[in-house]
């Protein structure tokens, strides 16, 4: 069975047995549906799912995934929902974040982020995380 078919015989079933009103349907059975779908290309989602982490925008992981910015919109929303957006950086990336710190003229979050191809809530909460890990060094 196809994950769309699947998915709307899972929504005729809660219909069926909990009532015409979704927000009153048990919470496991609106997260069974909602992340039906998600879980059908485990292996796609992980690849979108580790580009998100690392800062990649939505419409570079679109273009490059084949995949549109709503499904994309959505799965960082999921993602934010569920507490697992929490950003990551390569030391290579680090490296190159640094290099762009100290080099670019009044660096912004959205300046950084233009220059390396990367979202600026990335930028914002790596610099956060060198921040407090340079605190943390100079205890």
């Given at each position: 069975?196809?994950?769309?078919?699947?998915?709307?015989?899972e929504?005729?079933?809660?219909?069926?047995?909990?009532?015409?009103?979704p927000?009153?349907?048990?919470?496991?059975v609106?997260?069974?549906?909602?992340?039906?779908?998600?879980?059908?290309?485990t292996?796609?989602?992980?690849?979108?799912?580790?580009?998100?982490?690392?800062g990649?925008?939505?419409?570079?992981?679109?273009?490059?995934?084949?995949?549109?910015?709503?499904?994309?919109?959505?799965?960082?929303?999921?993602?934010?929902?569920?507490?697992?957006?929490?950003?990551?950086?390569?030391?290579?990336e680090?490296?190159?974040?640094?290099?762009?710190?100290?080099?670019?003229?009044?660096?912004?979050?959205?300046g950084?982020?233009?220059?390396?191809?990367r979202?600026?809530?990335w930028?914002?909460?790596?610099?956060?995380?060198?921040?407090?890990?340079?605190?943390?060094?100079?205890?």
């Open positions: 069975m196809s994950p769309n078919k699947k998915m709307a015989a929504i005729r079933a809660a219909y069926a047995n909990y009532g015409d009103d927000d009153k349907w048990p919470e496991d609106k997260k069974n549906i909602h992340g039906e779908f998600e879980e059908e290309h292996a796609e989602n992980n690849i979108l799912r580790h580009m998100i982490l690392h990649y925008t939505s419409e570079y992981i679109a273009q490059e995934r084949s995949k549109s910015q709503h499904y994309l919109k959505q799965l960082r929303l999921r993602m934010e929902n569920r507490d697992e957006l929490d950003y990551q950086a390569t030391p290579d680090l490296t190159q974040l640094k290099y762009n710190l100290d080099h670019m003229n009044k660096p912004s979050n959205k950084i982020a233009s220059a390396m191809g979202d600026k809530d930028v914002r909460c790596i610099r956060e995380k060198l921040r407090e890990a340079d605190n943390e060094a100079r205890r």
